[in-house]
Every structure is written in structure tokens, then in C-alpha cells.
């Protein structure tokens, strides 16, 4: 397999759309989400999602499906990784953070590896594309040295699956076999 260049930089086809809190004297509204914003593939399912300090979900890719989210309350460390091989960005990785105090929807397309980091409690609304399917769902560890982002967790919570996902360069070839079976 052909190991990608690995650089730190935003993967090509991820966006940050500053979300504007509107506050008068009953409270505040913000609008969360457009369709003119064009964020790829309509969401089919929205999820609410209460984390636990110290958790760490995933490092998980999408053949399929794209990603729409918002940290709502507390604070999560996004990592990616952009694991296209056609991709202008292939192999560049990033780890940004994002605050319930500072709205912002990311956008995330299929084939840019993606986990969440919550060091303190948070609450995450995310959108998918398309249904869940297993197909859809390729894992690696969170922590494994090829991948190599540099979360500041030594031992986070981990769900049973992410605990036992398999390597980064094991997650890769899986995603390029779904991808050439899609076609």
C-alpha cells in the first residue's frame, strides 16, 4: 500500500461556518444549520450526544457518509486525518478545538478519519448523510503511532469497539476496499 506524506494542515474538503448568536432580553437564538450552506450530502439523522470527561470516540472514517457537527456545551478536541489517496490533502492531519462558547458547525467529508476528545463534560449534535450501515463504519486506535495525533489523553474511556478497532494502516486499506466496491 502507498503511505501517504504526512503533513499538519486541514484536510482539503473540511469547513468551519461560524455560527451567530442572536441575544436579546428572553435569551438568544442561533441558527445551526442551512441547506443554501451547501455542506455536501442533506443530513438524513440529526444525534445528540452527552460525553463524560476523559472519553475518547473513535478514530473513525466514513466511505459513505459525511459528517455535520457542533459542540454545543464544554470543550472536544477534533482530530483528522485525510486518508483520499486523490486527495490535494492525503495524509494531512489536524487537531483543533472546539467550545460550546464559540458555535461552529464543521463539516466532515467520507474519507477524512475523524475522533472526539472531551477532557471536560460537552454535548455534541452531529447530522449524517446517509442511515447507518457497517459498511459505513472503518475504526483505528486512537493512539496509533502511525497516525499519530497528539491527543493530551493517557488513558481515555474508550467504547468496546474503539478499544479493539484495528490499526491505522489496517483502517486505510479497508476504506479503499469500500471505496472501489462502491464503484
Given at each position: ?33 442551512r ?59 489536524w ?72 490499526s491505522?494502516?489496517q ?11 462502491a464503484?
Amino acid at each position: 500500500m502507498r503511505q501517504p506524506q504526512f503533513s499538519w494542515g486541514k484536510p482539503d474538503g473540511v469547513t468551519f461556518t461560524p455560527l451567530t448568536t442572536h441575544p436579546d432580553s428572553r435569551g438568544d437564538l442561533t441558527e445551526l444549520f442551512r441547506l443554501e450552506w451547501q455542506l455536501g450530502q442533506p443530513p438524513v439523522q440529526w444525534n445528540l450526544v452527552h460525553s463524560r470527561p476523559d472519553v475518547l470516540r473513535g478514530v473513525h472514517v466514513h466511505p459513505i457518509h459525511e459528517d455535520y457537527l457542533i459542540v454545543i456545551q464544554g470543550r472536544m478536541l477534533l482530530g483528522l486525518c485525510d486518508i483520499r489517496q486523490d486527495s490535494p490533502t492525503w495524509g494531512a492531519r489536524w487537531l483543533i478545538e472546539l467550545t460550546g462558547q464559540q458555535l461552529q458547525g464543521v463539516f466532515i467529508p467520507h474519507g477524512v478519519a475523524h475522533g472526539f476528545y472531551f477532557p471536560e463534560p460537552a454535548t455534541l449534535l452531529y447530522s449524517v448523510s446517509h442511515y447507518w450501515d457497517i459498511r459505513d463504519e472503518l475504526g483505528c486506535r486512537w493512539d496509533d503511532p502511525v497516525l499519530n495525533l497528539p491527543w493530551p489523553a493517557q488513558n481515555p474511556s474508550l467504547s468496546a469497539r474503539d478499544a479493539t478497532a484495528s490499526s491505522f494502516e489496517q483502517m486505510c486499506l479497508d476504506y479503499t476496499a469500500a471505496c472501489h466496491a462502491a464503484v
